[in-house]
């Protein structure tokens, strides 16, 4: 168990649709990593946030957004949902991103699009 | 930005083989190479990493080497066990943010 937390682990919705994925890090974790996994594109970095401000983006798509609370556990929205975002999201935490660079995963929520 | 190639997408073995698995990464000033085990229904966990101020890293089964000049690294696994079955996923990052670019994972398969 990496002691992060994602709600939903399945979710099934329809095309056009908004869904809300949610992560609590690691106790103690200030930075928070979103990744989509998918068969032909691997592991994608989305977007990271450090202690309630986005520190970097990577292949996010302009309908999808997040934000980490003060709380530090974070959202991922997706919108108007295509079939193509059919994936596993995964959440990550770490302490601090400069001390180890190792990256602790939940288990994912995996979201199918019909 | 980084790109990471990993090969073979798939390995298969002998329960006692070893097993190797090569990446290579284009960024010259990536740092940070840590290697994850992804097992059926679970997130990626960290197995070995490996800093650019080292050549190689051992963990009893597992070893991980770097050679900076040729810009490549390697998995290896000796005396494979069926719970060795996973996916593996190399990654290279810089220092400062640390964000990982995976390669696109290796699934081993070790038979009984």
């Known amino acids: 168990d990496s002691g992060v937390t994602q709600t939903p682990k399945h979710l099934i919705t329809a095309t056009g649709q908004r869904v809300t994925l949610r992560c609590s890090p690691r106790?103690?974790?200030?930075?928070v990593y979103w990744y989509q996994q998918s068969l032909d594109q691997g592991l994608q970095f989305l977007i990271q946030?450090?202690?309630?401000?986005?520190?970097a983006k990577g292949n996010i798509l302009e309908r999808f957004s997040a934000q980490q609370f003060p709380d530090l556990h974070s959202e991922l929205n997706l919108s108007s949902l295509e079939l193509g975002d059919s994936a596993l999201y995964f959440c990550?935490?770490?302490?601090?991103?400069?001390?180890?660079?190792?990256?602790?995963f939940g288990e994912g929520s995996r979201l199918t699009v019909l | 930005g980084e790109n990471v190639e990993q090969h073979p997408s798939t390995l298969s073995v002998q329960e006692g083989d070893s097993a190797v698995i090569k990446c290579t990464y284009s960024?010259?000033?990536?740092?940070?190479f840590p290697w994850y085990k992804q097992e059926l229904g679970k997130g990626p966990q960290l197995i070995i990493d490996?800093?650019?101020?080292?050549g190689e890293k051992k963990d009893q089964r597992i070893a991980v080497t770097l050679n900076k000049t040729a810009k490549h690294f390697s998995l290896h696994i000796t005396e494979t066990q069926p719970e060795d079955s996973a996916v593996y996923f190399c990654?290279?990052?810089?220092?400062?943010?640390?964000?990982?670019?995976f390669g696109r994972g290796t699934s081993l398969i070790v038979h009984p």
């Open positions: 990550a935490s770490s302490p601090d991103p400069a001390n180890t660079g190792e990256l602790f």
């Open positions: 106790s103690g974790d200030l930075s």
């Open positions: 946030y450090y202690n309630g401000e986005e520190r």
């Open positions: 960024d010259s000033a990536s740092n940070y």
């Open positions: 490996i800093r650019s101020n080292v």
């Open positions: 990654a290279a990052s810089k220092g400062g943010s640390y964000i990982p670019t």
